[in-house]
């Protein structure tokens, strides 16, 4: 991924509310560092500047937050790689005495620590992914051997499938499975009534009259917030679609591609506008916990994954990096549920109207990353369910949570319809 920004890249900003490539350099050792040699074996700085300075990236909920956590000036792509060196080599180095600690102390015991930094730098590969996506074209490095895009393949009409009423597991025990954020602790257990889900994401080609329909202009499907946003920013579609005459075009992680070649794509799309959509069409978006009994359960219990106990592979979705772009909604049949729900791994996050939230007897159990989930509880973060292209196979646990703002449009983020039963 970092082998894609060409040098003039490396300082940009494409995203305000992130910061620019360059921080993810240093992000990724610096957080190794900070958590593993300071945090847990109590060790010194391995350079006291850049150990603060890369040690935390941004979630600003303004603009004008995002531009007071603008500088004026980064180290240079040379001072950062030399810094990285230094604490691969170090981390290397100190395994050993980590493993010395395991008995007294639950971030060393059975290498949980280790498997927050190496999640934390998994999660930030579809973080820089959707960065990238927002970087001008001439500044990125097309790989050679890019595969072709997916384009001009019709999608399949939406079914609509009665999900019957059953009870699920949301999360995990702490000692159950070898390392889960305090997000996903500790086990909970839910009931959901019977509801109806559309077999499939909406595609672009779906959402599309959705806009053109005048529904950016519309002020009775979104809230006050919601339509302010679109007014003050002049919003008139998702994020990536430029208009070009009477058609529009659509921006992939390479190139700009005719949107209606992309048609069958999944949407992706903000919250907001997720919601807005639902509304338009007289549905709504589904709980965390519709979702995760529409892709668990089964008339016999409920499922390690939605196809059943085989590890995830390219049949079962668009994951881990299989494709550099979505692909048509319909495509993973082997992954469908025991319901006939499909994509419910990969392809996109599926948008739910479940507020980021703990459950119940939760703790911030990393002492190290008290923050990690207690920052977001704030009700303007929502719950997001599945895995996207960029999503590596081993977040797709099902007591993995992620969660994004409510106006935050650069996340591969999909919209999924539900129906009151």
């Known amino acids: 991924l970092f082998d894609l920004v060409k040098e003039g890249g490396w300082h940009l900003r494409p995203i305000p509310f992130r910061h620019p490539a360059i921080f993810y350099l240093g992000h990724l050792p610096a957080f190794a560092w900070n958590h593993i040699g300071r945090g847990v074996l109590g060790k010194g700085p391995m350079d006291p500047h850049f150990d603060e300075l890369f040690e935390r990236g941004i979630d600003p909920l303004t603009e004008d937050d995002a531009h007071a956590a603008e500088r004026e000036q980064w180290p240079s792509v040379a001072e950062v790689e030399a810094y990285r060196d230094r604490v691969r080599e170090a981390i290397v180095d100190c395994l050993t005495e980590l493993d010395a600690k395991a008995e007294d102390d639950v971030l060393a015991d059975g290498g949980r620590i280790v498997h927050l930094v190496l999640e934390h730098e998994l999660m930030h590969h579809e973080t820089f992914a959707y960065i990238l996506h927002r970087m001008p074209l001439e500044l990125l490095a097309r790989p050679a051997d890019l595969p072709d895009l997916p384009l001009g ?158 590890e995830p592979g390219p049949a079962h979705g668009g994951f881990d990096f299989t494709a550099w772009s979505p692909t048509p909604v319909g495509q993973h049949a082997p992954g469908a549920s025991a319901f006939g729900v499909e994509d419910l791994m990969g392809n996109g996050w599926a948008w739910t109207r479940t507020p980021f939230a703990p459950f119940p007897g939760f703790s911030a159990w990393a002492r190290t990353y008290p923050g990690y989930s207690a920052d977001f509880f704030d009700d303007r973060h929502f719950v997001v369910f599945g895995a996207s292209w960029a999503t590596d196979r081993a977040l797709l646990r099902p007591s993995f949570r992620n969660w994004y703002q409510d106006r935050y449009p650069y996340v591969f983020s999909a919209i999924r319809l539900a129906y009151d039963a």
């Open 153 to 310: 393949t019709a999608a399949p009409a939406p079914r609509r499938l009665e999900i019957p009423a059953g009870a699920v597991t949301l999360g995990a025990d702490f000692d159950s499975i070898p390392f889960g954020w305090d997000n996903e602790f500790p086990r909970t257990e839910e009931s959901v009534d019977a509801f109806v889900l559309e077999h499939v994401p909406v595609t672009i080609e779906r959402y599309r009259a959705f806009v053109e329909a005048g529904a950016y202009q519309d002020a009775s499907l979104w809230s006050d917030d919601a339509f302010d946003w679109l007014q003050r920013h002049g919003i008139e579609a998702p994020l990536g679609w430029r208009r070009e005459g009477d058609g529009w075009r659509l921006r992939t992680m390479f190139e700009e591609v005719d949107l209606d070649d992309a048609g069958a794509w999944p949407v992706f799309a903000s919250f907001v506008e997720a919601e807005a959509f639902a509304r338009w069409s007289g549905a709504r978006l589904p709980t965390e916990a519709e979702l995760h009994r529409a892709a668990y359960g089964s008339e016999t219990g409920e499922r390690t994954y939605p196809w059943g106990d085989a």
